[in-house]
C-alpha cells in the first residue's frame, strides 16, 4: 500500500480532466460512506473514468506505485464491499459515466451495457425493445451493472432465472496489471481454459475492474398472475412450491415466504396496507408466475384450485388486477421497513439447500430464541431459491446499541447453524468489509486457502478493492466474531 | 517433474491395494493412449482410488515429492486431455472404482455422483426415479461424470439445458496441494468469495481432481416431437429456429443443421440410411422439441406448418413413431463416420456468437476453398448454441497423411478466421495436449497471462496434469500451428 505521489494525483487529473478527477472533500464526501451508514472511509481522490481505455490506464499507473484502488458504482453495497478505509490512501474509481448501453439485439437476446448504467434503465431499454432483462432487486434506481455482476447480484428472480451468474454472457474487464480481458464475446459454448468471467462475477471488484458486461434477455412478460397464500407450515409452503411447478413449469418465477409475524409488522407500521386474507395463517407465500408475450396465461387460479383440494393451502387471494398484484408485493416488499421501525435486528442473508430450508427455519428459530431469551425469529423471503432473510429482532425495549453487543453473539451462532447445516453465510450480499471475520472464522480452509492464492497470484500488489472479501491470513486466527464493526 | 520412488511406489501399491494399484504393462496399457490412437504417452503406475480420501491421500504423497499426476475418467478425450507425457515419470490416477451415485432426489432435482459415474449409467438412475440427466454425447456409454465436469462437456441438449456448466450445482475435489474443497452443498445462492466450483468446470484436472458432482435434473420426458425440415440457407435455419423459439419456447431442445454434402456422405457410406426428404434441399435442420411428463405434447407440426406458409421452409419430415425418430436422429449421427470413410478432413470444433454462425459459415467455406484449391467444408451441428464441426475434407485422392502436412494449416487458417470472428477455437472438446499450441497463438494475452498466473497459484508444482490447457510462456513463442501433433 502507498500513498499517491503528487505526480501521480497530477497525471491522473491530466487524463482524466475536470470530469474525471476531483479531490474536493464535498465530491467525495457521499461516496466515502456506505449507503446504510455504517462504513466511513477517505479516500485521496474520485476517479471517474469515460472508457474501458481510460480505467486501463488508472489501473497501470496506480499498478505501477501499488497505489489502492477502490472500485465503485451505485455504492448500494449491503456489506461495506465499495468504502475504502480509513487511510485516506486509496482512490475510489467510480465507473458511472462509463453508462452507454454498446448494443441491444433484441433477436439474439444479448445487450451489452457498460459498468455504469442503472440497473432500471437497461430495463427500460429492454422493455422498449420487446425483450426483459430478468434481474431485479430493491436498489434498481442506483445499482449498476458493473456492481451487480462484481456482486453477482440476486433478487426476487432467482428462482427461474438464476442470479447475475446466470445472466452474465461476456465481460471487458481491467485486470490488476492494467491488462484489458476482452471476453465480451456471447459465445454460448468456449472452453478455452479457466473461465475468468465466473471468476469476476463476485468477485467485489478483488481480481479487476469490470468495466461492460454482455447480458442475457428474455421475453418481455405477456401476462402475470399474483396470489397470496396461507399456509399451516413453511414445509407446507415448500409442498406448494414444488407442486406449482409441477403444474405450471417454468412460469413460477417468485415464490416468497413470510410468517405471520412479518405480515403483523407490516401491517401495524405501514400505512395503507391490509391483511390479504380473512383469517391470519401462520406462514404465507407470495407467488407470481409469469408467461411469455403472446403465449397463453399461466393457471395459477386452477392449479392453487387443485392445492386447496388436496388440502395443502388453507386459504388464497388471487389478484385481480394489476393493482391488487402490487398491493400484495408491496406487503413483501415491506418487511424490511417494517420490522425498522419495530426496533433493533441482527440481520443475516443465509442459504442452505433449497429442501432443507423449511426445516432449517423452523428448528434454527427455536434455537436462537431458546439461546438468547426475549430474541424473536422474523426469517423471511425466497425459499424456493434456499435463501431467507433470517433476522432476529431485539428482545422488546432493547435499545439500537443492541445489534453491537448481543446483536454480535447471535449473529455468530446463526452463521454456525447455517455453516453446519451445509450452507452459506452469504447467499446474495456477498462478503464486503462486513463478513470478512466470519469468512475467516467458518471458511473451510481449502476453500480459504484457494481464494487467498487467486488473489495473491493476479493481484501479487493487493491494489484492487484491498480488505474486502478474501480474508487475510491473520484474520483467521481471531476468534471474534466482527460481523458487526463498530461503524 | 520427478520420477516415483521406489519408496512412493511402495507406500501407494500398500494404501491402495492390489484393486488400485499396478505396474502391469498390460494393465497400463489401455490407458496410456488416447481412443483415437493419436497421443502415446507412459505411466509409472496406474493407481485406482476407491474413496475421496484415498485421492486425496495419493495427491498429498506425490505433491511432496513433485511427482505429477494424470487423472482419468472415461478416457474419451477428443484432444489427448487424458494422456500422460512420454517420460514414464507420471502416475495414471483413474477414477473409474469412484463410481457410487451417492444420493439422488427426485424431489429436489439432485443426484450426487462420484467421479467415475458413467454417464449412461446417471441416464438410467436418473429415469428409474421419473427424472431425466439432461446432457447426452456420443460417449456416453464410457464417459465419466468426472471427465464430463473437467471438461465442462457439450452434446446435443446444450440448446436448452447449457452446457455442463449449466448442470453442476456442488463439487467435491482435491486441491494439488491435497487439501479436499467440500463443495457438494447445492446451493442456489452463495457468496462466499471466487466461485471456486467454476474454477475447476472445464479445467482439465489441471487445478485439482473432481471427485464428486452434485448435478441438477430436470422432469422426465413426457412427449418428443422430431423433424427433419429441408432449408435454403444457413440464415433461414436461424431464422426457422428464432421463430420456433417464439411459438414453442423452451420445448427446442435441439436444433442441428446438416448441409446436402454432409447428409449425402451419409446416404453414400452408412448402410440402412434413406433420405427424408423427397427432394433434396441445400441445408437441413434436424430439430427435437420436448414436454415434460404430465403436460401437454409441443406443438411442432403447427409451429412448421405456420414456417412453411411464411415460405421459411422447404419441406418437412415430421417422425410418426419412436423408430421414425430414431432414424432422422441417426442421420445426423452418422455424419463422423461416413466422413471418416469418404476421406481424411481436418476437424474444427468452434464456436462464434449464435447470431454469428450461419454467415460466419457461408463465409468461411468460401474463404477456406479458395485458399486451398480442392478442399470442401463440411460444416455441421449445433447452429443454436453458435457451434458447428467445421470440418475440411482433403482434396480427393489424398491420403491420409494430407492431415498432418496441408491440413495443418488449413487449421491455422480456420483458427485465424473464428478468431477474427471473435470465437472461439475450442467450443466443447476443450484444449488438451492438441490445441495448446494454438491456444498460445491465438489467445489474448491478458487471458493466457491469467490462466498462467492461476496455474502456477493453485499448482506450484505442475503435478496435475501437466501439459494440458495451460499454454506454458515459451510456446507463445512459437509461430507455429501444431493442432495437429504427430501422434
Redesign the interface.
Known sequence: MAYPSQALLDKLATMLGPKGFTRDPADLAPWETDWRGRYHGKAAALLSPASAEEAAAIVRLCAAQAVQLVPQGGNTSMVGGATPDGSGSALIVSMRRLNRIRSL?A??G?AVCEAGVILSDLHSAALAAGRRFPLSLGAKGSATIGGLVS??A?GTQ?LRF??M?SLVLGIEAV?P?G?????L????????????K??L???EGT?GLVTAASLKLV?AIGERAVAWIGLKSAEAAMALL?RLE?AL??AVESFELVPRSALELVLRHVPGTRAPLAEPAPWNALVEAVS?A??PAPKLHEALGGALEAGLVADAAIASSEAQAQDLWRLRDSISEAEKKDGPAAKHDI?????QMAGFMTEAAAAVEARFPGTRVNAFG?LG???VHFNVRAPEGAGADWVDGEGGAVSAYVHDLVTQA??????????GQMKLAE?ARL?????L???R??K???DPANIMNPGK??PPFDLAQDGLAQNHLPS
Chains 1, 2 share one sequence.
Open positions: 439485439d433477436a439474439a444479448v456482486t453477482n440476486g432467482v438464476g442470479p451468474r485486470l496489471d491488462s484489458l480481458f476482452e471476453g464475446a456471447a459465445l454460448k459454448k468456449d472452453n478455452r481454459g479457466y473461465d475468468l465466473q471468476l462475477i463476485g468477485a481480481l421475453p414444488r409441477g413449469g417454468d411469455p403472446g403465449m442459504s442452505v439447500a433449497v429442501e425466497h431459491d434456499g435463501n451445509g450452507g452459506s453465510i452469504s447467499a446474495e450480499h456477498g462478503i469468512l471458511g473451510d480452509p481449502a476453500r486457502g484457494a481464494l492464492a487467486i495473491r497470484a493476479l472479501l478474501v
